[in-house]
């Protein structure tokens, strides 16, 4: 402990270092451990306990809650609440499948761009990425409302009938998540497109490959890094997501988000509220180690 | 190959507008005259007039900017010296991948769990102090905690990249403790600073999850005043106030991307 060392230049002991170096880390570690894992590690004990008859917490530690979730109610088994789960990770899925769709050739035309205007183009994708999410999702109630062309087009289709608006419903739930992440995924993957090495792209051409065996070989592996960070950027947030559905999707098309919200404000069922919130949990952590185990090798952020 | 390029930049296209569509919509709306429905009636700046006299909206702008000023400068303080102290000490290596994981955890869980977190935290606490009522307190205390880790990871980033040599000379030639922070590694850093706090202050003002949850009726923000406004029905006045924050979104990401990008060509 009283090991003499140099240390940036300067000779001291280490137990002075580790003293000088504590106070440095102290005030943020402790807020850190106070409101970061100090409540993570209540929510866990709290999904153990039960709902009083007034919403009141009462320390009866049993599984019930997440046999609730389960699906194993006072009146036998239900599917709801896992119809739910699962949806969500379908919609977070689709939602960033889609949004990596969307986002690939946005990137080559931004990256193609000359260098005056590229980065003015860029700040088009950033300024989305920044807006409220509230602001973002409410503006679909315009352009789906009953008197615009969209929602008339259905109409004539027999899709909906006319006078309807275009939400709520599981479409408006898609439309609003994809224009939500779009930008998450689009931003880090043009940080690896830009840097890309068209030379491959052009000896793949001169050897006669398809453009799907291009993208696959000489692009994908070299945007992989971006790509990356964008699927977990998006998706992680998405399997959260609960304002896109309660505002475009009502009652229709709820998420594992909006069930955790309903215990929270209405229901006021703070310890069930807590076991989604662990599923909510263990669901989004397999599904990021079940990418990561895929694509070994990948750097996290 | 031509062919090729013309798909992708109609693609691009077809994204952008689907990206900017919907907002474009909201700001032509905000200048119609007419209370209801979207039909075009003439323009009309009224709906912005009428949002300056609105007690309740001025008092969330007013909510809004507190809690974002607040604890953009907070987190910043405790952010840069977490980060110091992180990197610039000897610590064993299962130390710093502990480091890691923290810093990181606001970043990979999904918002709404450390929301869930917070109130059932913040509903124990109150037991101590009523400090934790819902409110622009725990508002505070919040924001804090996911902004803490980011403003130590983008500092802490700056602290590797401009190395110790600088710091090393300094200690060569003497430089008390005290003098080295102040007069060298702190101004080295100041880039950094400056980028982690506007980063926070953006994601402050940009939060709704964390401020839904821990809010009291006496601390609406401006977003959590849209939602419960268009939950119930959606007004010229709030296309107004929404082209507004729109406005100032753009303004405050223009000036962080000139800033950050002044840092990397120097």
């Known amino acids: 402990m009283n090991r003499l060392i140099i240390w940036y230049g300067e000779l001291l002991t280490q137990k002075k270092l580790i003293k000088r170096g504590a106070l440095f880390l102290g005030p943020g570690m402790l807020w850190l451990m106070i409101f970061l894992v100090l409540p993570g590690l209540i929510l866990v004990l709290v999904s153990f306990a039960a709902r009083g008859a007034y919403g009141e917490m009462v320390w009866e530690y049993s599984f019930d809650n997440y046999k609730r979730l389960m699906g194993y109610g006072i009146f036998g088994w239900t599917p709801d609440y896992l119809v739910i789960l699962l949806r969500s990770v379908w919609v977070a899925v689709v939602t960033t499948g889609l949004s990596v769709v969307l986002s690939y050739p946005l990137c080559f035309f931004i990256a193609r761009k000359p260098e005056r205007t590229r980065y003015l183009w860029l700040m088009m994708v950033i300024i989305p990425f920044w807006t409220n999410m509230v602001i973002r999702t409410y503006s679909w109630f315009l352009i789906l409302a009953p008197e615009l062309p969209f929602a008339k087009l259905a109409a004539y289709l027999k899709i909906i009938s006319p006078g309807m608006a275009l939400y709520p419903s599981a479409f408006a739930v898609y439309l609003g998540m994809v224009s939500m992440f779009l930008p998450f995924v689009a931003l880090p993957l043009f940080s690896s497109v830009e840097r890309l090495d068209w030379t491959l792209v052009e000896a793949a051409q001169d050897l006669y490959s398809s453009n799907l065996r291009i993208f696959m070989h000489a692009i994908l592996p070299q945007t992989l890094p971006g790509l990356s960070v964008g699927i977990i950027l998006s998706f992680v947030p998405a399997m959260g997501m609960f304002v896109v559905p309660d505002l475009l999707g009502g009652a229709k098309y709820m998420l594992v988000g909006n069930l955790i919200q309903q215990q929270f404000g209405t229901s006021r069922d703070w310890a069930f509220g807590a076991a989604i919130s662990m599923g909510l949990m263990i669901l989004t952590m397999f599904s990021l180690y079940l990418y990561r185990r895929k694509n070994k090798g990948m750097e996290l952020l | ?266």
């Open chain 2, 1 to 266: 190959m031509r062919k090729l390029n013309l798909a992708v930049n109609t693609m691009a296209f077809g994204t952008m507008a689907f990206l900017y569509l919907p907002l474009m919509a909201v700001a032509f709306f905000s200048v119609n005259n007419t209370k209801y429905g979207l039909a075009w009636k003439g323009f009309t700046l009224n709906w912005y007039l009428q949002l300056f006299q609105n007690e309740v909206i001025l008092h969330a702008a007013w909510n809004t900017l507190i809690l974002a000023v607040v604890s953009t400068s907070i987190s910043t303080v405790l952010g840069t010296a977490l980060a110091i102290g992180m990197d610039r000490f000897p610590w064993p290596k299962k130390m710093n991948t502990g480091f890691d994981l923290l810093l990181h955890l606001p970043v990979i869980i999904p918002d709404i769990i450390l929301a869930a977190a917070l109130v059932v935290a913040f509903g124990f606490l109150r037991g101590i102090s009523s400090f934790f009522e819902p409110g622009l307190f725990s508002m505070i205390v919040g924001h804090i905690t996911f902004q803490v880790a980011f403003v130590a990871l983008v500092v802490r980033s700056r602290l590797v990249s401009i190395g110790k040599d600088v710091e090393e000379a300094a200690r060569d030639l003497y430089a008390t403790t005290p003098y080295l922070l102040w007069n060298v590694t702190l101004p080295l850093l100041m880039p950094g600073i400056v980028a982690g706090a506007m980063l926070a202050f953006t994601l402050s003002l940009d939060d709704f999850v964390i401020s839904f949850f821990t809010a009291g009726p006496d601390s609406v923000t401006l977003p959590l005043y849209i939602f419960a406004a268009v939950r119930r029905v959606v007004t010229p006045q709030i296309h107004a106030l929404s082209t507004l924050v729109l406005l100032a979104t753009i303004l405050l990401v223009g000036v962080m991307e000139r800033f950050t990008r002044k840092k990397n060509t120097p």
